[in-house]
């Protein structure tokens, strides 16, 4: 299973250079197993995560995920 968290708030604010952006096709190709490139990113999220890098995306990019699954029926699991 893979987990999406949006951080808001006070943590958004401390973005640095080493923060790493993630878009629309970034979260969509993590998320996606069956997708050609998933394992690629999948790695870069691993690496992301061991050097404790801070993945930051913007509510705009998780709407336009959210419709992209929603426009090829994938199922969405809101965790809260």
Known sequence: MNTLVVVRGAASDM???SSLFVDTSGW??????????????QTIYQ????RNRLLV????????????Y???NYPIRVLR
């Open 57 to 68: 995306t913007t509510n705009y990019v998780i709407a336009e995920l959210v419709a992209l």
């Open 70 to 72: 929603n426009y090829l």
């Open 47 to 50: 690496q992301a995560l061991e």
């Open 15 to 17: 973005a640095t250079r």
């Open 28 to 41: 969509a190709y993590l998320l996606d197993r069956r997708s050609d490139f998933h394992r690629d990113v």
